[in-house]
Every structure is written in structure tokens, then in C-alpha cells.
């Protein structure tokens, strides 16, 4: 069995109690989008991991995918045999044009230093009238009045208009913007750990403050279903939004 890759921060990886929260909130997109893709042939642009990939193609896409991390890579392959898997860089994607039916590209746009290459080559590598879903953090709320972000690892976050606004200049259409939030039970958590339940994470992480019995218990149970994804509004914490490539040549005013 192939051991299980490092938790390094850049990335979130299932198993580990302390980081069942990230891994649930991410994984919630994944399930979102499950069924969509059945019988389709699907890229998936930085799947880390590999968790992801491999919950596509158990539900039936054709699944490739791409990390610039040749641990992840190595990892995947031996984990994930479903997974076609290579090795690149999102800035210069190694498929032929027109080659794919989607793209999916979650928590990974944050940390991209050209976003707009990168969407220009999701764009080439998409058929006509393909879909890019693209998940990332709300900038609004996950690095509330900054201009820089605070997780390390990110270079840009985007707010809904700025996501939207990339995705129309790379020459996709934006078809729906969801959101990811909370729903009853982590609203009820929010409450008990002092108004925000991801602060009470955060904040002792940080300081390397062990985390009380009772916060390490909560964590550790959370569940996808526990997340709730509808229409995005400013509050949200993660974004999703759906677009897609035009079906005839593209027009510009």
C-alpha cells in the first residue's frame, strides 16, 4: 500500500482528525458534481491528492488527470488506478486542443500565479460547449480586509466578480455561481467555539496551542453533509461556479 502523502498545508489530505474540516469542505464540491460528468472524458487541473479524481471516476468519468508535484503524482498512480495521471504544469496543459469534455479545477486557482494562462489554456483544451467547474476561497471571507491573503500558499484569492470576470476574459461563460456555507450543525458549532468554528482552528494552530478534547471531537465529525452549496452571495465561503466554452467560434465586440 502506498503510504499516505505529508500534510504540508498546501494541500489537504483524508485521515488525519486535525484536518477533517478542509477535507470535508473540499470534498463536499467534489460530491456536488459526482454525476455530472458520468461517461465524460474529464481533466482534473491539480488534483493533489488524488481523493478527488478517483471520487469522479468511481462515478463514472473518464478521468485524467494533472499535478506539478511528482510525490502527488507518484502518489496517485500507485493509489488511484482509475486515475490516468501526468505529470505538468498548469500553465502549459499537455493535451491537444479541443481534447476534453470538462475541467475540473478546485482550491487550486488561489495559488496560481497566471490565472489567466491558465484559464486560456483550459479554454484550448475544452470541446465545444465543455464546462470548467472551478471552486476556490472567497476572498471576502476566508482573508477578510486584506489585499493579501493569509494562507502562505495562495498567491491571488478571488471574490465572486474577479473569478467572473477572469472566466469571461479567457473567452468561457459563466453559467452558474454557487457558493459553499455552512449548514445547521456547523452553524451550531460556530456558536459553541466563540462565533466562528474555523477561527477556533486557525487560531490555535497557529499560536501551537494544543486544541481542547472538545474542539479535536467536533472536527473530527464533521461530514460533507454538513456544508450546504447554493446561490453565491458575499458571504459564502468558497466559491463554485460552472462555464463553458462556447459551441461556435467566439465572438468579441
Same mark, same amino acid.
Given at each position: 500500500?502506498? %503510504? /499516505?502523502? *505529508?500534510?504540508?498545508? %498546501?494541500r489537504?489530505? *483524508?485521515?488525519?482528525? %486535525?484536518e477533517?474540516?478542509?477535507f470535508?469542505?473540499?470534498?463536499v464540491a467534489?460530491?456536488?458534481i459526482?454525476?455530472r460528468?458520468?461517461g465524460? @472524458?474529464?481533466f482534473?487541473?491539480?488534483s ?7 471520487m ?5 468519468a473518464?478521468?485524467?488527470a494533472?499535478?506539478y508535484?511528482e510525490?502527488a ?5 500507485a493509489?488511484y ?7 505538468g504544469?498548469l500553465?502549459?496543459? *499537455?493535451?491537444?486542443? /479541443?481534447?476534453?469534455?470538462?475541467v475540473?479545477?478546485?482550491q487550486?486557482?488561489?495559488h496560481l500565479? @497566471?490565472q489567466?494562462? #491558465?484559464?486560456?489554456?483550459?479554454a484550448r ?5 465543455g464546462e470548467?467547474?472551478v471552486?476556490?476561497?472567497?476572498r471576502?471571507?476566508f482573508s477578510p480586509?486584506?489585499?493579501t491573503?493569509?494562507n ?5 484569492e478571488?471574490?465572486?466578480?474577479e473569478?467572473?470576470d477572469?472566466?469571461? @476574459? ?17 452553524? %451550531?458549532?460556530?456558536?459553541?467555539h466563540g462565533?466562528? #468554528?474555523?477561527? /477556533?482552528?486557525?487560531?490555535?494552530s ?7 478534547a472538545?474542539?479535536s471531537r ?12 447554493r446561490? @453565491?452571495?458575499?458571504?459564502?465561503l468558497?466559491?463554485?461556479f ?9 465572438v468579441?465586440a
Amino acid at each position: 500500500m502506498c %503510504e /499516505a502523502l *505529508p500534510l504540508t498545508g %498546501e494541500r489537504t489530505v *483524508p485521515g488525519i482528525p %486535525e484536518e477533517n474540516y478542509w477535507f470535508r469542505r473540499h470534498e463536499v464540491a467534489y460530491l456536488a458534481i459526482s454525476a455530472r460528468y458520468q461517461g465524460k @472524458d474529464l481533466f482534473e487541473a491539480g488534483s493533489g491528492e488524488g481523493y478527488g479524481a478517483a471520487m469522479l471516476a468511481a462515478a463514472g468519468a473518464r478521468v485524467t488527470a494533472l499535478d506539478y508535484d511528482e510525490q502527488a503524482v507518484a502518489h496517485v498512480r500507485a493509489t488511484y488506478p482509475a486515475v490516468t495521471m501526468v505529470h505538468g504544469n498548469l500553465a502549459r496543459l *499537455p493535451l491537444p486542443d /479541443a481534447s476534453v469534455d470538462a475541467v475540473v479545477n478546485f482550491q487550486v486557482i488561489e495559488h496560481l500565479w @497566471d490565472q489567466s494562462q #491558465f484559464l486560456r489554456e483550459v479554454a484550448r483544451v475544452l470541446r465545444p460547449g465543455g464546462e470548467l467547474a472551478v471552486s476556490t476561497p472567497n476572498r471576502i471571507t476566508f482573508s477578510p480586509g486584506r489585499d493579501t491573503p493569509l494562507n502562505p500558499f495562495h498567491t491571488r484569492e478571488l471574490a465572486s466578480d474577479e473569478l467572473a470576470d477572469l472566466l469571461t @476574459d479567457a473567452g468561457l461563460t459563466v453559467t452558474e455561481r454557487l457558493g459553499v456555507y455552512h449548514g445547521p450543525r456547523l452553524a %451550531e458549532l460556530d456558536a459553541r467555539h466563540g462565533g466562528s #468554528f474555523i477561527d /477556533a482552528q486557525i487560531e490555535r494552530s497557529l499560536a501551537g496551542r494544543p486544541w481542547p478534547a472538545e474542539l479535536s471531537r467536533d472536527v473530527a465529525h464533521v461530514a460533507a453533509a454538513d456544508f450546504e452549496i447554493r446561490a @453565491d452571495a458575499p458571504d459564502s465561503l468558497d466559491l463554485l461556479f460552472y462555464a463553458r466554452k462556447p459551441s461556435g467560434p467566439a465572438v468579441r465586440a
